[in-house]
């Protein structure tokens, strides 16, 4: 099998294939080039490439190369089946001296935060179309929605906390252990007396 036959069997099978799968698998960069020219994978973005006409990874991509920038609110909690629709547009949270791309992207609602919590929560799942990429957990979620409770439609963090804790899984420790490190546990406590 040569270099094109693998890449394209990397793309008929993962969807989305980088440069830096290629570095490790010792491909050269021309094989891409070549391809790209008989119209065989097109460039999703800067070192992603996927089939033609094919929709790749939306999630993957967008936040592919771009350290520190984390899915969240409601995009995340779609991730976990806690958001009643698709979101319209991409949640994403930045470091708050955040200068990149993203801004510029009218289809992205970035939240930024202090450094200091940036990281708090952040945990990796699988994207719709299988792709390994970073978001917050669902505590970490859940907090940032109380703590921006009045910028956002109430029955959709109605909806997200209710689902959440008729789940077994839910971890009210983790919950308010997150919600002390944000500084809003009264907010936090409040939210949950009058929801429950």
Do not use: W
């Amino acid at each position: 099998m040569n270099y094109e036959e693998k890449v394209l069997n990397i793309l008929n099978e993962k969807k989305i294939i980088t440069t830096n799968e290629l570095t490790k698998l010792n491909i050269p960069n021309v094989v891409l080039t070549r391809l790209i020219e008989k119209k065989k994978i097109e460039r999703a973005k800067r070192g992603i490439y996927v089939l033609p006409n094919s929709f790749g990874d939306e999630y993957y991509t967008l936040l592919y190369g771009i350290n520190d920038a984390t899915y969240s609110y409601f995009t995340a909690l779609y991730f976990y089946n806690l958001c009643e629709r698709v979101p319209l547009k991409y949640d994403v949270t930045v470091k708050r001296n955040y200068g990149g791309s993203l801004i510029k992207n009218e289809n992205v609602n970035l939240h930024y935060v202090d450094e200091s919590i940036l990281d708090l929560g952040r945990t990796k799942v699988k994207s719709p179309q299988g792709q390994e990429i970073v978001c917050y957990d669902i505590e970490r979620c859940l907090c940032d929605l109380i703590k921006d409770k009045d910028n956002l439609y109430f029955e959709y963090v109605k909806y997200a906390f209710v689902k959440y804790y008729r789940e077994e899984k839910h971890d009210t420790f983790k919950l308010y252990k997150y919600a002390k490190l944000m500084k809003i546990e009264k907010q936090v406590h409040e939210f949950m007396e009058a929801l429950l």
